[in-house]
């Protein structure tokens, strides 16, 4: 049996317009597939999630198609890590990187059609049957009991050993858990490098430079290289991506834009909102983290990117 022909993996938290750079190369000619969980023990998990009861059928097979692919990179990696350089040219792998507050609101816009059901879940629990449902201000109560249970933790925000004593402290002020599951995802890029692809790849992309002026980094291995990208500065590195992957250029273009998602909420609105009411010393912990400064995020600098 011959290897799986597949060129280029896109290998990415989500929300960083990877799908705007496998149509490009599709495009071009050239196959890729689009994962955000490349390791068995992650992948077990998501498979848990898209066949439990609290996950709509609709939501369940938009995961299934995303699992479909991310079973196939998985397959791909691991092969690649009991092989190491010794079986064909070296895989590579594009991943990107994003401002956590931008990333959080525009993941959160993407799968309304999943969290929609938990602001209602929410508000029912917690409104004592008076006042009529609002998407909105039901997201602000869920964000502003996050952030209070952050300002009280002393767990580390980007560490996924966290998570089940963040949970517990969370599920303290609201039983719904609805409020956990918001503040999971918020949290998640500060530490998806070390849960998702750490385990997946055996690199820590930490322990390698990155420019964070120009918003790249590359990392050749035996059997394997990897091109990091700053979201905020794609555009500007469309030719480094076509170097990458050995072609002349790469035209990239918008794809599942958030704001086209036709939401009952004013994603501009909800973005001002966040910056304002997020707690100063919060929002420091957050950007003093090690995903914050190795990739180039500053509190004074939230970007203001949706899509």
């Known amino acids: 049996m011959g290897v799986i022909p597949v060129e280029i993996l896109i290998f990415q938290m989500g929300k960083v317009a990877s799908t705007a750079i496998a149509d490009a190369l599709r495009r071009e000619g050239r196959s890729a597939l689009q994962a955000h969980i490349a390791s068995p023990h992650r992948l077990q998990g998501k498979l848990e999630i898209l066949t439990s009861a609290g996950v709509s059928n609709g939501v369940a097979h938009r995961m299934y198609e995303d699992y479909l692919q991310e079973l196939k990179v998985t397959f791909l990696l691991s092969r690649k890590l009991v092989s190491g350089a010794s079986e064909g040219p070296p895989t590579r792998v594009i991943s990107l990187t ?8 525009s993941h959160f816009a993407q799968n309304y059609d999943h969290y929609s059901t938990l602001l209602k879940r929410y508000h ?47 599920d303290l002020r609201d039983a719904t858990n609805v409020v956990f599951s918001q503040l999971n995802r918020f949290l998640l890029p500060l530490r998806w490098f070390d849960e998702d692809f750490l385990p997946a790849t055996g690199v820590d992309v930490f322990s390698h430079d990155f420019d964070r002026q120009r918003g790249i980094g590359q ?6 290289s990897i091109l990091l990208l700053r979201y905020e500065n794609l555009l500007e590195l469309s030719d480094s991506i076509a170097e990458f992957v050995g072609l002349q250029r790469l035209r990239l273009c918008h794809t599942n834009v958030s704001e086209d998602k036709g939401l009952p909420i004013d994603l501009k609105s909800m973005q001002d909102w966040l910056k304002v009411r997020i707690p100063p010393e919060l929002k420091e912990r957050i950007y003093g983290t090690r995903y914050a400064r190795h990739f180039g995020y500053s509190a004074d600098t939230i970007c203001n990117s949706l899509n």
């Open 219 to 224: 990392i050749d291995l035996p059997g394997l």
């Open 98 to 105: 994003r401002d956590p507050l931008s990333w959080y609101l």
């Open 124 to 170: 029912e629990n917690h409104c004592d049957g008076s006042g009529s449902f609002s998407p909105e201000e039901t997201f602000r109560e869920i964000q502003s009991c996050l952030f209070d249970v952050l300002m009280e933790t002393r767990e580390a925000i980007d560490s996924a050993d966290a998570l089940p004593r963040l949970m517990a402290e969370a």
